[in-house]
């Protein structure tokens, strides 16, 4: 079955450590990508997202994405997190283009200290 | 623009009872879309439509009924309401394909089944 898999369910960081996210998807054929993100109390926001072309996605805030085919992986980085990047992330994967359908991974926390 | 808007926010229903999510959009999205969201199993596609007057069912349909009889608006009923149906309901609307395009959410309605 089509899966998403996000393997942190928590990551606790201190203010200015490295930051990455893993995500990794079940399906070999093409797929469409995304991580969104959700602040406290606030709703879901797009991060990034990548359909094909350089590997290497760059969002807002200084977040980026490496899609590694080989890996099924899609991983969020981020060099140096802040406070403010405290939320919820949510790794997305298409299956069949826009026929298909799009599967959410269960998310992981992010809790940055200050 | 307002975006995508909710309401209610927050919701306790008896077991039994039906009630209405409603959910608009202000940006001529065509697509528009209902997850929801439980603790440890990120988001989940109840229903989608890809235009007024056409729905279609996603991953988890049962218990909820929607139509879309016009662009803006996309309501989701819950004829009568089980405790399985607590959870945070996010309505979602995109221009092009939910699958591929940027889904732009709505602040989510809390609900909880008594």
């Known amino acids: 079955a089509q899966s998403v898999s996000q393997h942190n369910h928590h990551v606790i960081l201190s203010e200015a450590a490295s930051l990455e996210l893993g995500c990794n998807y079940s399906?070999?054929?093409?797929?469409?990508l995304f991580w969104y993100v959700q602040y406290p109390g606030q709703h879901l926001q797009l991060l990034l997202k990548y359909f094909s072309g350089d590997p290497l996605v760059k969002g807002i805030k200084g977040f980026e994405a490496e899609f590694i085919k080989s890996k099924f992986s899609f991983n969020l980085r981020k060099p140096s997190v802040q406070w403010s990047d405290t939320a919820e992330y949510f790794c997305?994967?298409?299956?069949?283009?826009?026929?298909?359908?799009?599967?959410f991974g269960k998310g992981t926390k992010l809790s940055v200290k200050p | 623009n307002a975006g995508v808007t909710q309401t209610p926010k927050f919701q306790v229903l008896k077991t039994g009872q039906s009630m209405t999510l409603q959910c608009a959009q202000d940006m001529n999205h065509e697509y528009m879309s209902w997850y929801r969201q439980d603790p440890g199993m990120g988001l989940r596609l109840i229903h989608y439509?890809?235009?007024?007057?056409?729905?279609d069912q996603g991953e988890v349909p049962n218990g909820y009924n929607v139509s879309r009889s016009t662009t803006e608006d996309f309501p989701l009923r819950l004829l009568s309401a089980a405790p399985s149906q607590t959870s945070v309901y996010f309505c979602?609307?995109?221009?092009?394909?939910?699958?591929?395009?940027?889904?732009?959410f709505g602040p989510g309605t809390r609900l909880t089944v008594l």
């Open positions: 439509s890809v235009g007024a007057g056409i729905t």
């Open positions: 399906y070999g054929g093409t797929v469409n």
């Open positions: 979602a609307s995109s221009w092009g394909s939910l699958n591929t395009d940027t889904q732009y």
């Open positions: 997305a994967v298409n299956y069949g283009g826009s026929q298909g359908n799009l599967i």
